[in-house]
């Protein structure tokens, strides 16, 4: 069974840092890009970040640029996201999700975590 | 950046209606990579949709998408209780992989 498991959520205080984590498991993990989307409480979906073949080839979101950093650990079926200079507005549920396509390609986003929460406050 | 706006925001409807969602681009979609996706109270979204039209797999035949450029719509054929949730388009050509902010369909 193709499966996401995201950890690492929990309380921070504003200007702290938090990782991130997401197992990956029934599927050959470095075969695809893998992204993080993140949902404020109440609100829509935001694409985060996307990371393809390793930790080289990544995209931001304009709102995290310079803050958050995605990484991959290909030996270890492991996506992370190392979050620095929180900010309340970056409170949210936060999902793991696989490309559908192998790379190079992308495509979008077929498999999801359940999600870790994030709440910045003080 | 490609800005997607989902109209209405909000559909109250009833079991065994059609429904058709609309998905604006601010500028044309190359390739139509733009998806839909289904999220439910409390859970993940779904992939619904990809490539504008095709649906992804153990999606029910009642869920199709159509559209090109910056024009894309999701249409549900005949409503089921189960149905009833926020619906997203996004692109995923280009980044950043924006979404829509969602509609809402309620009994």
């Known amino acids: 069974e193709v499966q996401l498991v995201a950890s690492g959520g929990g309380l921070v205080q504003p200007g702290r840092s938090l990782r991130l984590s997401c197992a990956a498991s029934g599927f050959t993990f470095d075969d695809y890009a893998m992204y993080w989307v993140r949902q404020a409480p109440g609100k829509g979906l935001e694409w985060v970040a996307r990371?393809?073949?390793?930790?080289?080839?990544?995209d931001y979101a304009d709102s995290v640029t310079g803050r958050f950093t995605i990484s991959r650990d290909n030996a270890n079926n492991s996506l992370y996201l190392q979050m620095d200079s929180l900010r309340g507005e970056d409170t949210a549920l936060y999902f793991c999700?696989?490309?559908?396509?192998?790379?190079?390609?992308?495509?979008?986003?077929?498999?999801w975590g359940q999600g870790t929460m994030v709440t910045v406050s003080s | 950046e490609i800005v997607l706006t989902q109209s209405p925001g909000t559909l109250s409807l009833s079991p065994g209606e059609r429904v058709t969602l609309s998905c604006k681009a601010s500028q044309s979609v190359s390739g139509n990579d733009l998806a839909w996706y289904q999220q439910k109270p409390g859970q993940a979204p779904r992939l619904l949709i990809y490539?504008?039209?095709s649906r992804a797999t153990g999606i029910p035949d009642r869920f199709s998408g159509s559209g090109s450029g910056t024009d894309f719509s999701l249409t549900i054929s005949r409503l089921e209780s189960e149905d009833f949730a926020v619906y997203y388009c996004?692109?995923?050509?280009?980044?950043?992989?924006?979404f829509g902010q969602g509609t809402k369909l309620e009994i």
């Open positions: 999700a696989k490309a559908m396509y192998l790379m190079p390609a992308t495509g979008p986003l077929d498999v």
């Open positions: 996004q692109h995923y050509g280009i980044s950043p992989r924006s």
């Open positions: 990371v393809r073949w390793n930790s080289g080839f990544t």
């Open positions: 490539g504008a039209s």
